[in-house]
Structures are given as structure tokens and as C-alpha cells.
């Protein structure tokens, strides 16, 4: 087994994972960032962060890190560790292509007894199965003799500069004894929070994939109740503060679920046991309710719009936030687009303004457009898609000031009191 201080480490993907870890291992140790994306090497061999992730503080904290898309530059290392998306297919299937292409780049330098770690989300059995045949049919290495795998799952939250890398538990595994050691006490260095070090493999991948597929029915849940009390004509907001005053209800809200896990994960799994000739109602319900939510809220819109008299095909809208969540500049899966576009079939006028989508942001659909500062008295109805910090320190006035004389002002994230606003989730 090696020593730590042996690990020539090489962190593959530099995304909203693998920087993090990559900057923190670089504080304390030498450690080389691969990406194939030319442009984001160059922007972080600069000490510049698009993802706002990571600031230029924290990039010369970590002296032992270089930045490389050159494969050659990786060669020397003995210890990897995959931080490469895993989405879904347009057919909300597991798309494993970015996880399986990186294995086969890493077995191009691989060695024996060297170890490959992965971080990104799968369902159970994907290291052991996919990844190490992967490496094996490119090498003449064989698994767990001659290379060794562990998984590491990553719990990274965008925007969140309070639960942090160094301040959430990671979970570690390793396909032998040794190989656990191994991973567990690398981790230990960078992790303040400490290590859960799972069993196996398989349960740490499944431990994974169980977090954000749990978020996921319980906000179907409440998108449910939501659609309920809305047809009941009760707030959703006042019921759920009354019964949060019981010490063990749950504090969720209705909403989108967007980004690179909630939306994305619950189909993994589903596929596994699909596979196994299980099909898995509750995870699969709570999805497609989660998916159908912006076509309720936009179908909700159309009806309160036709109540006003407000002309459809002639109204403008605009879009107060675009991400996938608050404060943070990641549109990965963001449910705001699905509104956007499914208005826009209506012909719909939609402008957007999100402060933290970059000034060059376009769309495809003419009917969309991204602006920095909304006009006044111009619009038919103002949503309020997303919590930013911008959003919630203006007055109810300031929404009221953007709409037209007859309006509807939309609030999907009780930022301003129901008074001001026509609906809420």
C-alpha cells in the first residue's frame, strides 16, 4: 500500500467539483487540475473562477496546484480522482459518456498500482463494472490486482459559501482494505469534518444518489400540497409555518428543482432498478411531478392572465432570475428555462434579468431575451423565479413599479408578502 506522502495526486474535471478539491489540496500538497477544456485552463492558470466558486485568495493559498489540458502532464501521477459530469440522456437515462471517457483517458497513462477515485454521482455498481472494465480492455492491467478504484462521492453546493468542502463529511471506499485506507486517509487531510468510510463501493455510490433523490420526493410532496391549497384557494406559505410549529414536520418549499443533482439523480437509480426488473413508483412519481411543475405554473399564469383580460399573444413578460438557485451563476437544468420557453410558444414577449448571468448570455428563441435593467411600467406580469439576494432586498414597490397599470406579479419564492402579489406557490 502507499503512503501519502508517495500519492502523486491528479484531479481530472475542473467543474464545480473538482476545483474545490483540487484548491484544497493544493494547499498542502502538489496536485495537477486536468481538464480538456482549453479556455478553462487558461481562465484558471489566471486565477479566474466563472463558476464563482473559488476566489483569487484561495487560488494563491494553494501553491502545489497547476492547471493542465495536456494528458502528457498527467502521466507521472499515481493517484486519480474523477470530478466529471454525469447527466441524463434527452431520454432521462443515465449518460455515463464524460465518466467513461475520462477512465479511458486516465487509462492511457496508467500504471500498475496506481488508484483511480471517482466523485461523480452513479447508481450502485458503475466503478466496479463500467469504470474497471473500461480500464482493463485499454490496458493490461487487471482490477484489483494490478489498479485499484475507490469512490468519494461529492457533496458540493453551489453558491454555498457555508457548508464548504471542508465542513461536510465525506464519505470514502475503496475496492479492497488497503485501497479504503488509502482514500480515507487522503481525504482526512483536506476534511476537518472528518470521513464516514463506507463498506463498499456500491453502498457509497448508493449513499449518494439516495441524498438528492430524498430532496426530490419530499419537494414533490410539497409541489403537490402547493397545487392542492391552490385550488383551494389557501396559501401554501401560511399552512407550512403553521406546521412547522410541530418539532418534527419537515421544513420544505414549494418550487423548481433544477441543477446537476436533484433533477438528474432520482433517474440513476430508477434506471438500476428498472434493470433489476423493479420499477420504483414513489422515486418516479416524485420526479415527473417535479418535472411538470413549470408547465402547472405557466398553465396557472395563462388562466389568472385570461381572468384579467390580459391579452396573451401581445403581453410581455419578464423573468426576475434564471439560475437553477439563488446567488449563484449555475443554469445547469434550471427550471426558469423550461418557463421561458414554454411562454414564448405562446408568443410571448419573455425578458429576463438574472445579475448573475454574464451580460453576453443569448437565447435561441427570439421571443427571449436577457436584459440588465428592466424598463418600468412595461410589463403584463412580473415573475419572481428565483431568491436572489439582489431580488430580496427591493421593496414590494420596486416589482410593482416594472408592470403595467393592469398586471400580475407572480411570486414563486415568497420574497415579497402575498399583499403584493397576485399568486404564490
Not at 67 to 88: A, Q, R
Not at 288 to 317: A, F, G, H, W
Amino acid at each position: 500500500m502507499k503512503k501519502l506522502e508517495q500519492i502523486k495526486l491528479g484531479v481530472i474535471g475542473m467543474g464545480y467539483v473538482g476545483l474545490p478539491l483540487a484548491i484544497e489540496f493544493g494547499k498542502i500538497r502538489n496536485v495537477i487540475g486536468f481538464d480538456i477544456d482549453e479556455k478553462r485552463i487558461h481562465n484558471l492558470q489566471n486565477s479566474i473562477d466563472k463558476t464563482l466558486e473559488i476566489s483569487s485568495d484561495e487560488f494563491m493559498q494553494a501553491k502545489g496546484l497547476e492547471f493542465t489540458n495536456d494528458v502528457k502532464d498527467i502521466s507521472d501521477c499515481n493517484f486519480y480522482i474523477v470530478c466529471v459530469p454525469t447527466p441524463i440522456t434527452l431520454e432521462k437515462k443515465p449518460d455515463l459518456s464524460s465518466i467513461l471517457s475520462a477512465t479511458q483517458l486516465i487509462a492511457s497513462v496508467l500504471n500498475v498500482g496506481d488508484t483511480v477515485v471517482y466523485e461523480s454521482t452513479v447508481f450502485p455498481g458503475v466503478v466496479e463494472d463500467y469504470c474497471s472494465q473500461v480500464i482493463e480492455e485499454n490496458t493490461n492491467l487487471t482490477f484489483n490486482n494490478d489498479f485499484f478504484l475507490g469512490y468519494s462521492p461529492e457533496r458540493i453546493n453551489p453558491g454555498d459559501k457555508k457548508n464548504t468542502i471542508r465542513s461536510i463529511t465525506k464519505i470514502t471506499s475503496g475496492s479492497n482494505d488497503s485501497t479504503s485506507d488509502l482514500v480515507d486517509a487522503l481525504y482526512k487531510t483536506i476534511i476537518p469534518a472528518g470521513t464516514h468510510r463506507a463498506p463498499s463501493i456500491k453502498v457509497a455510490e448508493a449513499a449518494k444518489v439516495i441524498e438528492n433523490i430524498q430532496r426530490d420526493v419530499n419537494i414533490a410532496l410539497i409541489n403537490e400540497l402547493s397545487i392542492i391549497f391552490n385550488k383551494l384557494n389557501i396559501d401554501t406559505e401560511e399552512v407550512l409555518e403553521a406546521a412547522e410549529t410541530k418539532w418534527n414536520f419537515i421544513p420544505f418549499r414549494p418550487g423548481l428543482v433544477g441543477g446537476h443533482c436533484i433533477g438528474v439523480d432520482p433517474y440513476y437509480l430508477s434506471y438500476k432498478a428498472e434493470q433489476m426488473g423493479y420499477c420504483p413508483a414513489i422515486i418516479n412519481s416524485g420526479r415527473k411531478l417535479n418535472d411538470d411543475m413549470p408547465q402547472y405554473i405557466c398553465s396557472t399564469l395563462v388562466e389568472r392572465m385570461n381572468k384579467k383580460k390580459i391579452d396573451i399573444s401581445n403581453s410581455r413578460i419578464l423573468l426576475m432570475g434564471y439560475t437553477f438557485k439563488e446567488n449563484c451563476p449555475d443554469t445547469r437544468n434550471t427550471g426558469v428555462k423550461e418557463i421561458a420557453e414554454i411562454l414564448a410558444s405562446l408568443n410571448i414577449n419573455v425578458d429576463i434579468h438574472d445579475p448573475w448571468i454574464p451580460e453576453n448570455f443569448l437565447h435561441k428563441n427570439n421571443y427571449i431575451k436577457f436584459i440588465q435593467v428592466p424598463k418600468k411600467e412595461s410589463y403584463d406580469v412580473v415573475i419572481i423565479a428565483v431568491a436572489h439576494k439582489q431580488f430580496k432586498a427591493m421593496k414590494p414597490e420596486y416589482f410593482e413599479s416594472l408592470c403595467k397599470p393592469t398586471n400580475i406579479i407572480f411570486d414563486l419564492k415568497h420574497i415579497i408578502s402575498k399583499e403584493y402579489s397576485d399568486f404564490r406557490l
